[in-house]
């Protein structure tokens, strides 16, 4: 990790009701440079919606050649993004700790 970095830090709960204001959080990191860090360790709830978004933040950052990595990523943000077999779509195959 660079000291350019930017830390996310997920929210408790990521659902339907709070993607709104997580695709702004994204949106303004993708606008800086530097390395990002999405930290899952306080994820208890994590829906559909919230994973498919961070799907798709991944896939555009990796495209422009900055991934995205993963700092301790919850029990529970593992295991809904294995359920629906998006783990390797937001990097969670990769992520360790």
Do not use: Y
Not at 51 to 71: C, I, K, Y
Request: net charge negative; glycine share 6%; hydrophobic share 40%.
């Amino acid at each position: 990790m660079s000291n350019n970095s930017q830390t996310l830090v997920c929210n408790a709960v990521m659902d339907i009701a709070t993607v709104a204001d997580l695709k702004t959080q994204l949106q303004e990191i993708a606008s800086r440079s530097g390395a990002v860090v999405l930290d899952g360790s306080q994820v208890e709830r994590i829906d559909t919606a919230a994973l498919q978004l961070l799907a798709s933040f991944h896939r555009e950052m990796t495209r422009v050649g900055s991934p995205p990595e993963w700092q301790s990523p919850s029990n529970v943000l593992r295991q809904s993004a294995r359920l629906l077999n998006l783990d390797r779509h937001i990097g969670l195959d990769e992520a360790t700790g």
